[in-house]
């Protein structure tokens, strides 16, 4: 095994891969697609392109009640939001994330569609689903966004937010806005209250479901000279940047002191970017100050997860496994994720390194496509019958020789 971070030393030791690995399988190895400096404008220089990038979803400006529904709302329901695994995630509507265009704009050009990774020349990383629950407060179990709604009660429910709908399009706007809705339902009192809360909420939180990177490293300087290329994100894209943020040392502002127990996001809220001379450049330098398992160094959170403890273990999978180890090996997991209008794939095998584990080269994954129903059912098929092994927070994670070349 090899350090990866600063004069490579070897090291001979037991090492933990993420299957598939070429080691361990006959799959042929995939092979990197060229990096893509070529079609990239030879300067990084955003603001002079011509490229126009609209983030409908971010940052999101809720009308300035939004905060007071959710604090009226909190004591009553709180208990429930963590049962069913939205707590953080709704805590982190409240705040408010600076956007930097040429960060988001840099990290966009290492991105690889094939990969489902962000391609450096040090490494592979990504956005996991270790990210989106840990960073962003989402839960990685539970049911399908395509679950059909079947009880009579859930029904009558769903029949009333549609009127209400129709009565908040019937402004001069003709269409259902946020402020309408949050005045027609904020301490209203009503028997809908909170679906009406979770519905406003959703509305844009869901659109993480959707895809969320794009290719701007297929954009051609010479061929779109004159032309200008409008690109609409309607997803929360500040995940993007938060992660980077997380990980990325050079690119990091001080983060915000905060109180034991809340969100991810509270450490950025309203925090300005720092001055980088070139985006690009930082990222492409920066694999031996990259943070792969930043996470794991959260001592501030009082409900610190049990995937990060101090001693590496073996724990047996079976019916009574506990929910969080099970998400953690959910986040381990080479899958299909199915979203809204599509199915994404899921290579977390290419990027070992951010669960505490050891990289080796990735096995190819040859995956037919599927309808949602059977992604998911893949996705949720219980793991039983093996042993897990969990990295302690501070294992020292290394990368095969063959790996480094």
């Known amino acids: 095994m090899v350090f990866p971070i600063g004069d490579h030393k070897l090291t001979l030791r037991p090492a933990h891969f993420l299957n598939p690995s070429v080691t361990f399988t006959d799959e042929p190895i995939f092979e990197l697609p060229s990096l ?61 994330i600076r956007k930097s265009n040429d960060l988001v704009i840099g990290i966009a050009e290492r991105w690889c569609s094939k990969t489902r990774t962000f391609i450096f020349p040090w490494a592979e990383a990504t956005l996991t689903l270790e990210d989106t629950m840990v960073l962003g407060g989402f839960s990685v179990l539970g049911h399908s966004v395509y679950i059909s709604i079947e009880s009579q009660e859930l029904k009558e429910i769903e029949d009333k937010l549609i009127q209400a709908r129709v009565e908040t399009g019937r402004s001069k706007a003709r269409k259902a806005s946020p402020s ?42 010479d061929e779109n000279e004159n032309s200008l290329l409008e690109v609409i994100i309607r997803s929360p894209f500040q995940l993007v940047q938060l992660w980077v943020w997380e990980r990325f ?105 951010q669960f505490g584990m050891d990289q080796d080269l990735p096995g190819c994954v040859t995956q037919c496509k599927k309808t949602p129903e059977i992604a998911w059912n893949n996705y949720s098929k219980p793991i039983s019958d093996v042993k897990l092994y969990v990295p302690s927070r501070l294992s020292e994670i290394g990368v095969t020789s063959h790996y480094l070349k």
């Open 36 to 96: 893509f400096s070529s079609s990239l404008p030879p300067t990084f220089e955003p603001s002079k392109w011509p490229l126009k990038l609209t983030f409908n979803s971010w940052p999101w400006k809720p009308p300035r009640n939004w905060k007071t529904w959710v604090d009226s709302l909190r004591p009553k329901f709180q208990s429930l939001w963590k049962k069913a695994g939205i707590f953080e995630a709704i805590m982190n509507s409240t705040y408010v």
């Open 180 to 221: 309408e809705w949050l005045k027609l339902f904020i301490n209203s009192g009503s028997e809908i209250e909170h679906e009406a809360f979770l519905v406003m909420w959703l509305s844009v939180d869901l659109c993480l479901l959707k895809r969320t990177i794009v290719d701007l490293n297929k954009f051609d300087s």
């Open 249 to 353: 040392q050079a690119l990091q502002p001080k983060p915000k002191l905060v109180i034991c127990g809340e969100p991810a996001f509270a450490r950025w809220h309203r925090v300005k970017s720092v001055n980088v001379e070139n985006v690009r450049v930082a990222l492409l330098s920066a694999g031996d100050t990259f943070l792969w398992c930043p996470y794991a160094l959260y001592r501030y959170k009082s409900d610190f997860p049990r995937f990060y403890r101090e001693k590496e273990r073996w724990v047996p999978v079976d019916p009574n496994l506990d929910e969080e180890i099970e998400a953690f090996a959910r986040c381990m997991r080479v899958s299909q994720l199915v979203g809204l209008g599509c199915i994404e794939e899921y290579f977390p095998h290419r990027v070992a390194m």
